[in-house]
């Protein structure tokens, strides 16, 4: 069964570095997702991307988070100067045109 | 602002009862509804999608919609220690899902 893969699974970094998170959605799929989810609480959504370009975003994705498409099958979250407040479990999902999302595994972000 | 609300739990079911989750979302203009379930250090798990009023049946789950009530819930048929995990209930108008808290399940032997 197709499935969304995410990289690295885990990833500990100082505050103030740069993070990129990468995503491998499902093939066939349209709608690209970054969801966080912070310790203990709820799945938040970041960003929405369509058509190679962001079709939407939350007030939480604010100038230091960017997110690219650069070769047709990875989809990339990039922090550029990471905060302590950006440790969280950051979600990976896409959409066939139904709606529901499929995510992936994770990747958890641990900032010092 | 849009919000879906769940109880947070614990809901503590015995093994073989009829768990039953609810949620309540604040958007109207709301049109499909989903049922994720979420292990510790794991990501949600898609259970259901309705977007009719009504139920709708899947194995042990029956998902139930109300959109005059604004209201979604979740029915566990023949509860099982391996359903314990916590549920999410997410709303969606336009392909971005907004999630609530998630309700923690705990089937006990």
Known sequence: EPEVTQTPSHQVTQMGQEVILRCVPISNHLYFYWYRQILGQKVEFLVSFYNNEISEKSEIFDDQFSVERPDGSNFTLKIRSTKLEDSAMYFCASVLGTGELFFGEGSRLTVL | ?109
């Open chain 2, 1 to 109: 602002q849009k919000e879906v609300e769940q109880n947070s739990g614990p809901l503590s079911v015995p093994e073989g009862a009829i768990a039953s989750l609810n949620c309540t979302y604040s958007d109207r203009g709301s049109q499909s509804f989903f049922w994720y379930r979420q292990y510790s250090g794991k990501s949600p798990e898609l259970i259901m999608f309705i977007y009719s009023n009504g139920d709708k049946e899947d194995g042990r789950f029956t998902a139930q919609l109300n959109k005059a009530s604004q209201y979604v819930s979740l029915l566990i048929r023949d509860s099982q220690p391996s359903d314990s995990a916590t549920y999410l209930c997410a709303a969606s108008g336009s392909y971005i899902p907004t999630f609530g808290r998630g309700t923690s399940l705990i089937v006990h032997p």
